[in-house]
Structures are given as C-alpha cells and as structure tokens.
C-alpha cells in the first residue's frame, strides 16, 4: 500500500518561505500526477499545484507566481516551494496523486503569521 509522508511545514512570517516534502512509498508514484492539496481551518480540501509524471505543472491562481512544485521520481518525493508566503496561505498540506486518491497523509501544518 502506497503511504504519503509530509514535511517541512512551520511557523514563518508574511513574506517568507518554506519547502514541503513528500514522500511516497510504491512504484506508482513515477506515473501518477501528483498534487500538493491544503486545508484551512473550516474550509475545504483544496488542489493548490499539480505535476504530472512528465513535468507539467499546474496552479492555483491564489499561489500562481509564489508556489513551484517539482518531483524527483528517482527518490519518489515531491516538493513545494513557497515563497511570499501570505496569512491566507495558512493552512495543513497534504500531498496525492490527482484524481484517484491515495490514503491520505499526516500533511504538515504551514502558520503564516507575524
């Protein structure tokens, strides 16, 4: 069974950056369009960057121009940089693939506050 494992959230101050992790265990990752989703307290589950298994990336128009996702399919892992980060971006990120999920990780929890 394919497991997700976020890092590298924290506390960072408006303008600031931090780089997610997640690793994935199974061979599906190198195939699969991966996502970094985000959830904010009361509020719903919600895509914020794609890449598909060849490098397309998609975004969000709320992190397009501050966010970039990358993969390393040789260590399964996915990353998410974020920069000028805002309050707004407040919220636990989680990673899957897009589409048909995968069993949800921990995600990690990003505070955006000063």
């Known amino acids: 069974q394919v497991q997700l494992v976020e890092s590298g959230g924290g506390l960072v101050q408006p303008g600031g950056s931090l780089r997610l992790s997640c690793a994935a265990s199974?061979?599906?990752?190198?195939?699969?369009?991966m996502g970094w989703y985000r959830q904010a307290p009361g509020k719903q589950r919600e895509l914020v960057a794609s890449i598909s298994s060849g490098g397309t990336t998609i975004y969000a128009d709320s992190v397009k121009g501050r966010f970039t996702i990358s993969r390393e399919n040789a260590k399964n892992t996915v990353y998410l940089q974020m920069n000028s980060l805002k309050p707004e971006d407040t919220a636990v990120y989680y990673c899957?693939?897009?589409?048909?999920?995968?069993?949800w990780g921990q995600g990690t929890q990003v505070t955006v506050s000063s």
């Open positions: 899957n693939r897009v589409g048909v999920v995968l069993p």
């Open positions: 199974g061979s599906i990752f190198r195939i699969a369009t």
